[in-house]
């Protein structure tokens, strides 16, 4: 029986530290699915798409890694539908444990056969979050370090259709 877990985040966007936590995962499971959440309580800067082409072209190279959405709904309900067991998060500073110490509670009490695994990226990647990628890379700041080749370009794209409407 193949160990499946699923991955999910808001991936606004897909960062290198993200794919180091998927990295690690797929040294412990054997397929992991990235869910892609629409997350409609969240102001992405990416569109579902756009985060959907990116994350796909930053996993192509791994074949047991599929690239699913979350439109609406329960993650702990997908995970029972995608006969997941487990749900990967990393994990970076204490402030992150709070949030996801809650999130894991309420998943297992949503769905009891599901276990949340905290994974930490390697610790060039423990300052770093979409979030910062997203405003330094806006504001003009080099972020190749942080990000696959094709998502800095799409950064790169989504500044200058920016700086064109202002
Ligand atoms: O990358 P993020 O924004 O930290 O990911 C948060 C995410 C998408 C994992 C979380 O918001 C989520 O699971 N959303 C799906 C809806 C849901 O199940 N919410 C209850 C979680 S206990």
Known sequence: MKRK??????????TNGHLDVLERALNIFDHVD?????NSQKQTLFSLDERLEMVGEVVR???NVNVEVLH??????YA?????KAIVRGVRQVKDFEYEFQMSLLN???????TTVFLMPNVKYTYIASS??????????????????FVLDRLNQKRAEREGQS
Not at 34 to 38: I, M
């Open 80 to 84: 029972r539908q995608a006969g997941a």
């Open 34 to 38: 990235v869910v892609l959440a629409e």
């Open 5 to 14: 877990a699923i991955y999910p985040g808001t991936f606004d966007p897909f």
């Open 132 to 149: 910062i990628i997203r405003e330094v890379s806006m504001l003009g700041g080099d972020v190749s370090k942080f990000v696959h080749p």
């Open 108 to 114: 297992r009490h949503l769905n009891s056969e599901v």
């Open 61 to 63: 190279e791994f074949p």
């Open 72 to 77: 609406e709904g329960l993650l702990a309900d």
